[in-house]
């Protein structure tokens, strides 16, 4: 997993669901709870040494971000809790499509 994420520069998290999911064979909302929670820690460090060398983000920023991930997770857990693990499947195939593509199309353009 490290090796394709820093040689390709694909998502860590996204690439450690794939492995619980079909290698490990987790549950999608297990596998996915597990990912988020190490991703959590990735994100916290990686943050955690920009503000040491003195990256400071902008403030109105920094809060949209925290606001709507929040938002985001609530509505996310609501509809995960809700769905079939044959909906969740569907549901990521199709948001990991979709950012697949928005990736290219940036890509492109720039």
Same mark, same amino acid.
């Given at each position: 997993?490290? =090796? ?9 998290? +996204? ?15 297990? &596998? ?34 925290? &606001? ?10 609501? =509809? ?10 569907? &549901? ?10 928005? +990736?290219?199309? +940036?890509? +492109?353009? &720039?």
């Amino acid at each position: 997993i490290g =090796f394709i994420c820093g040689f390709v520069g694909a998502g860590g998290g +996204m690439m450690l669901l794939l492995i619980l999911t079909s290698v490990l064979g987790y549950e999608l909302k297990t &596998a996915v709870g597990t990912s988020v929670f190490i991703m959590a820690f990735t994100a916290f460090t990686g943050a955690s040494s920009h503000f040491m060398i003195g990256g400071i983000p902008d403030l109105k920023v920094l809060l949209l971000c925290i &606001a709507f991930t929040f938002i985001g997770a609530q509505v996310s857990a609501k =509809f995960a809790n809700k769905s079939s693990e044959k909906v969740l499947n569907r &549901a990521l195939g199709i948001v990991l499509t979709a950012i697949g593509g928005m +990736m290219i199309i +940036m890509n +492109m353009i &720039a």
